[in-house]
């Protein structure tokens, strides 16, 4: 039990008695302006930008307003529980830290950086197989902390398996395995910008390491770097997936596997009729298909489907703790948080991700408190009027 949101403000204000001119951010607004003026344009808008028009990349925002809490009176919330049970493993609180790629184009430590945040609050990291350092670099900069490893599904089986094994063996505790992005989307910006990180040999660090991977190469990735990225961009995603495949997945890991990218209440009940331990219920940010619905509009029939089945996480447009208490409400068990913190990372490295962190589990503590509820468990959709 905690009150952890007042003892953050508190922090806050007693550092405020004594100004610093280079305090960093509060707001989230005011955090992509800063990275803004720190990255360049390729780098920014690699991370700011979505697909094509970005309409749903909006709308993932604007979509949270249309949900109104009712704040419920003398509930005694003085001591509130932000736990949540993952797997069989008590989490802090209901949030983690969202799978990406290229970390390096933020911030110089990279995925390092926000490994060490994630550690050191306790945040569940997810790394990227598009991260780029290696998945055992950022298992050895967290300890015994949590994390998950999210995998790109590659169109070599041999590459698949053998991330499966070195997820394993270094420590990460479920599979989060992408389903929307089997290639990349048609993203304007990056085209204007002409701005493709990999090739320039950013985020290739688990396939440069991998040994299945360059096995496949006649020449190594030192002595060839352009023919090993041209062979990584042949065989990165696979859109000749189908459901049948998942067996291959369980056939090569013992971890929990979750499925990230659903939409649809039909392919989340698939999903738990082929025996997968979760879903993430995502549109990616509105970086894959620009036009589709927002996640926190898809997730109500999703928990309706298979909420009493399997857990159910959700990502894509959560800025404030009033976006996680609605996420929470309309079923998800807890968010993953994406863009904030690298906004963060590109402000201030590991302490901007981790007072980004911080300030948003503190303004979802009080959002929870002041609505009424003192545990996370507790927040349900009786909160919420559209
Ligand atoms: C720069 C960037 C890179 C990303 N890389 C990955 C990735 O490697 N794997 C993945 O599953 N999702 C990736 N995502 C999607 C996030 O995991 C998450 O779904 C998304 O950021 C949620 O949207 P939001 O940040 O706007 O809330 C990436 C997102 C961004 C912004
Ligand atoms: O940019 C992304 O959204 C993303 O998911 C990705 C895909 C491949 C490599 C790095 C990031």
Known sequence: MSNFGNQIQYQIYATMQNPNPNRLPVIYEEWEARAREILDDGPFYYIAGGAGGESTMKENLQVFDRWKITPRMLRDVQDRDLTVNLFGKTAPFPFLLAPIGVQSIIHPE????????????????????????????????????????????????????????????????????????????????????????????????????????????????????????????QTFGNPGLTWEDLGF?????????????????????????????????SNHGGRQVDGAVSAIEALPDISDAVGNQIPIFMDSGIRRGADVVKALALGAKAVLVGRPPMYGLAVAGEKGVKEVLQNMIADMDMTMALSGKNAVTDIDASMLTE
Do not use: C
Request: net charge negative; no cysteine.
């Open 110 to 233: 990279g995925e390092l950086a926000s490994a060490k945040a994630s550690a050191k609050l306790g945040v569940p990291y997810i790394a990227s197989s598009a991260s780029t350092k290696s998945m055992e670099e950022i298992a050895e900069v967290m300890g015994d902390a949590e994390r998950w490893f999210q995998l790109y599904w590659s169109k070599d089986p041999d590459v698949t398996a053998s991330f499966l094994q070195r997820a394993e063996a270094s420590g990460y505790s479920a599979i989060v395995v992408t389903l929307d992005t089997p290639m990349l989307a048609w993203r304007e910006r990056d085209l204007k910008n002409v701005y493709l990180p990999f090739l320039i040999g950013e985020g290739i660090g688990n396939y440069f390491t991998d040994p299945a991977f360059r096995s496949k190469l006649s020449t190594s990735p030192e002595e060839d770097p352009t023919a090993a990225i041209m062979h990584w961009a």
């Open 249 to 281: 997945l369980r056939e090569h890991t013992h971890l929990p596997i979750l499925l990230k990218g659903i939409l649809h209440s039909d392919d989340a009940k698939q999903a738990a009729d082929y025996g997968v331990d979760g879903v993430i219920v």
